[in-house]
Antibody
Framework: EVQLVESGGDLVQPGGSLRLSCAASGFSVGTNYLAWVRQAPGKGLEWVSIIYSGDTGATYYAGSVKGRFTISRHNSKNTLYLQMNRLGTEDTALYYCARVQRGKNYYYALDFWGQGTTVTVSS | EIVLTQSPATLSLSPGEGATLSCRASQSVGISLAWYQHRPGQAPRLLVY???NRATGIPARFSGSGSGTDFTLTISTLEPEDFAIYYCQEPSFSFGQGTKLEIK
């Protein structure tokens, strides 16, 4: 059974850092595309970052987090990470990790999601 | 950047009725469009990918249609558990703003 379990969310001051983890089971993080998606209070879903499978593991970021957030994975721990630096109040959200499924032409559909972990940025 | 616009913002219907949700893309995405259901307190759930393909375990009352810039998610007969927020999404990971399906 495929499962994703996020952890690491916390209350942090503006300018601070946090690392989120997403423990996967039922599949290998090294051979799948994985993504982080967030939902700010009262708002819709916003894609944050994606990491491709394989040795190259290309990474991409939303403009709002580029240069501040880093996505990575640890294959032997079967875990996905999101390192978040220089946090601002606009980063307050519920953060989900998700597995990316390939459609006919692209990897984009998020077929399994975790329950999310809450990040609150406030002084 | 592709912008997805969903309509209506809110749809008020009763169980047993049918629902039609729309998603319009600012430029063509071909068939590469997904739909998700998001219930409060739960993880989002993939319903449809590539415009028309139901994801694993999704009931047949959910169907997707469209291509290019105009897409539709149809729920043939609403069950109580279908009242939720629905999002569309395209391959550069833009999401629509969501349609809230509420009980009338």
């Amino acid at each position: 059974e495929v499962q994703l379990v996020e952890s690491g969310g916390d209350l942090v001051q503006p300018g601070g850092s946090l690392r989120l983890s997403c423990a996967a089971s039922g599949f290998s993080v090294g051979t799948n595309y994985l993504a982080w998606v967030r939902q700010a209070p009262g708002k819709g879903l916003e894609w944050v970052s994606i990491i491709y499978s394989g040795d190259t593991g290309a990474t991409y970021y939303a403009g709002s987090v580029k240069g501040r957030f880093t996505i990575s994975r640890h294959n032997s721990k079967n875990t996905l990470y999101l390192q978040m630096n220089r946090l601002g109040t606009e980063d307050t959200a519920l953060y989900y990790c998700a597995r990316v499924q390939r459609g006919k032409n692209y990897y984009y559909a998020l077929d399994f999601w975790g329950q999310g972990t809450t990040v609150t940025v406030s002084s | 950047e592709i912008v997805l616009t969903q309509s209506p913002a809110t749809l008020s219907l009763s169980p047993g009725e049918g629902a039609t949700l729309s998603c319009r893309a600012s430029q063509s995405v071909g068939i590469s469009l997904a739909w998700y259901q998001h219930r409060p307190g739960q993880a989002p759930r993939l319903l449809v990918y590539d415009a028309t393909n139901r994801a694993t375990g999704i009931p047949a009352r959910f169907s997707g249609s469209g291509s290019g810039t105009d897409f539709t998610l149809t729920i043939s007969t609403l069950e109580p558990e279908d009242f939720a927020i629905y999002y569309c999404q395209e391959p550069s990971f833009s999401f629509g703003q969501g349609t809230k399906l509420e009980i009338k």
